[in-house]
């Protein structure tokens, strides 16, 4: 079973960029297809951006194309979300998550990191 440990939020100034990491341990990596979510307060969570197991294909949510880019090193066990052009509509707590496969519903969830953005 897959742990996840989220690190990198924190305050920053609308246009400003952030980079979240999310370092994986306890099974193999690269077999998970992996996911950044984002619950915002009063609001459901949601799908910000997903990556395949070997990190070719990507997903992202409308609201973030082109400001927002998910990459994943295998040899490091790690995911990263690099956002850039933050908005304050960004601010969330941000959450990484793994699942075992493509179609499956996302397992794996880590304890999330707090995005602010102030205006």
């Known amino acids: 079973q897959v742990q996840l440990v989220e690190s990198g939020g924190g305050l920053v100034q609308a246009g400003g960029s952030l980079r979240l990491s999310c370092l994986a341990s306890g099974g193999t990596f690269s077999n998970y297809p992996m996911g950044w979510f984002r619950q915002a307060p009063g609001k459901e969570r949601e799908l910000v951006a997903a990556?395949?197991?070997?990190?070719?294909?990507?997903y992202y949510l409308e609201s973030v194309k082109g400001r927002f880019t998910a990459s994943r090193d295998n040899a490091k066990n790690t995911v990263y979300l690099q956002m850039n052009s933050l908005k304050p509509v960004d601010t969330a707590v941000y959450y990484c998550?793994?699942?075992?496969?493509?179609?499956?519903?996302?397992?794996?969830w880590g304890q999330g990191t707090q995005v602010t953005v102030s205006s």
């Open positions: 990556i395949a197991r070997s990190g070719g294909s990507t």
């Open positions: 998550a793994a699942r075992d496969y493509p179609q499956a519903k996302y397992t794996y």
